[in-house]
Each structure stands twice: as structure tokens, then as C-alpha cells.
């Protein structure tokens, strides 16, 4: 069972800049184990949200849980809906902690019928349903990840798939994606070819480090910052700030006797925030967590502790849409007592 508590706690730091309200904009909630042996639920989310920072809110991401295992399996991603709708519920009755506020849910977007799965997961949420995340990540050196990717190859070339990206827009719902380094360009060209839609990247497009990628660190960021530069030039665009602690990263923390602090983690990975924020603007970038995941490398806290060392050179302004604004304005998320 994943429970790293004994290793995240090793490093313990005081939050910085405590009262600077935080939307969590990417998490998962999973009621019993996944492919990686996670357990990761409300009360989890919270022993994380209530560790120094301000985290006021936060928005679920689809993470293939709590599926509904009888009916049709196009509505089988709609029990993780009705799971994570009950949560936060939950949430919102203790207002002095963090709420779920927004849910990015799943559907396959090749399907004929996706506007009746759509209207299903608008049903089941509880008015918090914004969009769909399909994610595209392919590639053929996949034995050596921890995390291993479940989308054919070619995905967002698509039509079909292309066709549903484009519905979510008419509809007025976001699109999340995450995908490897070496598919930006295909997800950038999707963008541009579904302008009507607001589009997300998770993970700053998941740089990867293990595998055949060992070893080309520099060479792969260079290639890397070239293409972010390019996927900023659609104005539908996105980015969400985080994920770069997942172990398929190549960072290696995660294999540690301790976990790294939060100077460590800006020394390793300050260069691909500055680089985005530079492309896309503050105003098109949201600081994420990505946990549990990044939470087999890193601490909640320490992390925000390294995005807030990482921000400090920005202004409040800029900061201020970097740690909620900009996660509000996209998923449409009120502000408490608002």
C-alpha cells in the first residue's frame, strides 16, 4: 500500500508567504489502489492542503478511479464523477479547509455519442463538471516508466478525436491533456486546429529522463523549450505548472534516503518554469501539485515552498494569477464567500 509518509516528513520546512491563497489546479483522489499501489483520498488531500499553505481550493483530474464496473462502458468514467461530486461535498461542509471546487472528468473523445457522456457527467457532478481530460501520451519505450501511458499512438491526429476536442469548445468546456516531450509538436498543431477550445497542458508536456532518455537532459530542454515557445503561440493554450517530479522525470528523488527541499527542487527544475512563464505569460500559467503523484518524489509542502522561491521574482499581480487567478478564470471557480 502507498503510504510515504515516514520519507515525505524527513524534510520538514516552515511555509513561506503562508497567507498567499493557493488553487490547487491538478490532483487525484483514488478509494483504493491503483496500477501503483496509491490510496489517496479526501482525508489524504487534506493532510497535504492543511500542511502550512493557503490552499483555499483545488480541482480533481480524471485518474481513472472509482469507475462504475456494470453499464455501458462509455459511462463507466462517470462513476469517478459520482465519487469525487460525494467528496466534495464533503468538502465544501468544512469551509476552513481545502475544497474540491471543479472536476476534470474522462470521456473518450473519438466517441459518436460523447455529448451524451458529456451530459452524464454534467448530471453526476453536482454542477462541478468543466471539461474532459483524454490525455495523449504514446511512446514505444514504455516499459521503462513508472507511469505507463494507455494512449494509441497518433492520438491527436485523429479526426474523430479532433472532432470531440472541438465539441468540448462549442460546449463551453475545457480540454486537459498531458503527453511527452516529443509529442508537443502534435499537441500544439491539435490546438491550432481547435481554436474554439480552451486546452490545458499538464506537466510543462512531461520532459522525460529514464529510459532511452537517460542521459539527455540538456539536449532533450533545448528541443523542449523550442516547442513550449511554439504550443504558447496558440492563445488557447494553457500550461499548468508542475509534474516534474514524477519519477519518469529522471530526477530520481523518489529512489532517495530523503526526500529533496525546496532549494533543491528549484535548483533542478526553476529553468522550465521561467522558460513557460516567459512564453505564455503569467496570466496563461497555473502552479499545480500533481499529487499523490509528485508525491512519491516530494513533500506538499516543500513544493509550494519551491514554487514560491521559484515565483518570487514576479509581481504580486503576476504571482497572485500564477497561484489562483489564472486556475479560477479557466475552470470557472468562484472565490469563497463570492
Known sequence: MFDNDDWVNQVREEAIDP?????????????????RDIIYDLEDLWRDTDDGHNVSQTVF???????????????????????????????????????IAAIVAHADLRLD????????????????????????????????????????????????????????????????TWNYHHQLGDFTDLATAAPGTTII??????????????????EIFAKWKDDIAAAAQAPNVYAKLGGLAMP?????????????????????????????????GPERCMF???????????????MWNGLKKIAAEYSD??????????????YSIDAPGS
Open 201 to 218: 497542458l499538464d506537466h510543462f508536456g512531461t520532459p522525460l529522463g529514464v529510459g532511452p532518455y537517460e542521459g539527455k537532459r540538456e
Open 113 to 176: 455519442n460523447l455529448d451524451e457522456v458529456i451530459d452524464a457527467h454534467i448530471d453526476a457532478s453536482q454542477g462541478l463538471f468543466r471539461g474532459i481530460r483524454h490525455a495523449g501520451p504514446h511512446d514505444a519505450a514504455s516499459e521503462h516508466f513508472r507511469i505507463r501511458p494507455r494512449s494509441p499512438a497518433g492520438l491527436y491526429r485523429d479526426e474523430a478525436f479532433r472532432r470531440g476536442v472541438a465539441r468540448l469548445g462549442e460546449r463551453g468546456f475545457t480540454y486537459d
Open 317 to 330: 499581480a503576476e504571482q497572485d494569477a500564477m497561484f489562483s487567478g489564472t486556475a479560477r478564470k479557466v
Open 19 to 35: 497567507d498567499r491563497e493557493i488553487v490547487d489546479p491538478h490532483h487525484h483522489l483514488w478509494p483504493k489502489p491503483n496500477d
Open 288 to 302: 499545480e501539485s500533481n499529487f499523490p503523484v509528485d508525491r512519491l518524489s516530494i513533500g506538499y509542502s516543500v
Open 248 to 280: 519518469d522525470n529522471g530526477f530520481g528523488w523518489h529512489e532517495r534516503d530523503t526526500p529533496p527541499t525546496s532549494d533543491e527542487f528549484v535548483e533542478a527544475q526553476a529553468a522550465y518554469y521561467h522558460h513557460t512563464i516567459k512564453c505564455f
Open 61 to 99: 483530474v480524471e485518474c481513472g478511479a472509482a469507475y462504475r464496473e456494470d453499464g455501458p462502458d462509455h459511462l463507466k468514467p462517470v462513476g469517478e464523477t459520482e465519487f469525487v461530486a460525494a467528496a466534495a461535498a464533503r468538502s465544501a461542509a468544512d469551509p476552513d479547509r481545502a475544497t
